[in-house]
Nanobody, 124 residues
Framework: QVQLVESGGGLVQAGGSLRLSCAASGRTFNRYAMGWFRQAPGEEREFVASISWSGSSTDYADSVKGRFTISRDNAKNTVALQMNSLKPEDTAVYSC?????????????????WGQGTQVTVSS
């Protein structure tokens, strides 16, 4: 059974940092792109960042570019999201996902597996 488990969320003040981690189990994902999405209350799911199967190519939403960094460790079947200079508008549930292709993608329908998410709250 495929399982993605996120960790590292929490409450932080504006300007602070958090590091999210996503551990995949049930199969090997090192041949597929992975991504992070977020969803705030009352809002649609929003693309945050994506990384290719090798880690050599990444893509970021304009709203997080320069502040967030996505990375992966294929040996450990994990993907991470380092979030710096956090803003109150970054508050959301963050979920990781595994794409069916090898290149970064922003499209929700191109992801096959999703985690349950971890809450990130940024206070002003």
């Amino acid at each position: 059974q495929v399982q993605l488990v996120e960790s590292g969320g929490g409450l932080v003040q504006a300007g602070g940092s958090l590091r999210l981690s996503c551990a995949a189990s049930g199969r090997t994902f090192n041949r597929y792109a992975m991504g992070w999405f977020r969803q705030a209350p009352g809002e649609e799911r929003e693309f945050v960042a994506s990384i290719s199967w090798s880690g050599s190519s990444t893509d970021y939403a304009d709203s997080v570019k320069g502040r967030f960094t996505i990375s992966r460790d294929n040996a450990k079947n994990t993907v991470a999201l380092q979030m710096n200079s956090l803003k109150p508008e970054d508050t959301a549930v963050y979920s990781c996902a595994v794409a069916r292709g090898v290149l970064p993608t922003r499209l929700v329908f191109e992801y096959d597996y999703w985690g349950q998410g971890t809450q990130v709250t940024v206070s002003s």
